[in-house]
Nanobody, 121 residues
Framework: QVQLVESGGGLVQAGQSLRLSCTTS????????MAWYRQAPGKGREFVAA????????NYADSVKDRFTISRDNAKATLALQMNSLKPEDTAVYYC??????????????WGQGTQVTVSS
């Protein structure tokens, strides 16, 4: 079955960086659009960034544009999110998602368990 395992979260100060990874198995990664979502305490899950299965097209939420970079390695079936200039409002659980639409940002059915990112001011 589809497995998505996020890692790389942690506690950092505002202005610092983190790199999240999503290790996948159970499906043909190179044929799936991939995305990151996040959920802050008391809020709904929101779109962060998405990447086309080819790696050629990406889409970002306005709140993270120019600070975050999504990337993928189709040979290793992994997804990454480089997060720079982190802000306290980036504090959330970050989730990896497979199979969604990168334009509409509608997520696919498969989710990881999430990794916690906490940014202190």
């Amino acid at each position: 079955q589809v497995q998505l395992v996020e890692s790389g979260g942690g506690l950092v100060q505002a202005g610092q960086s983190l790199r999240l990874s999503c290790t996948t198995s159970g499906f043909t990664f190179r044929y799936y659009n991939m995305a990151w979502y996040r959920q802050a305490p008391g809020k709904g899950r929101e779109f962060v960034a998405a990447i086309h299965y080819s790696g050629q097209n990406t889409n970002y939420a306005d709140s993270v544009k120019d600070r975050f970079t999504i990337s993928r390695d189709n040979a290793k079936a992994t997804l990454a999110l480089q997060m720079n200039s982190l802000k306290p409002e980036d504090t959330a659980v970050y989730y990896c998602n497979a199979g969604g639409d990168i334009i509409s940002t509608e997520p696919g059915e498969d989710w990881g368990q999430g990794t916690q990112v906490t940014v202190s001011s």
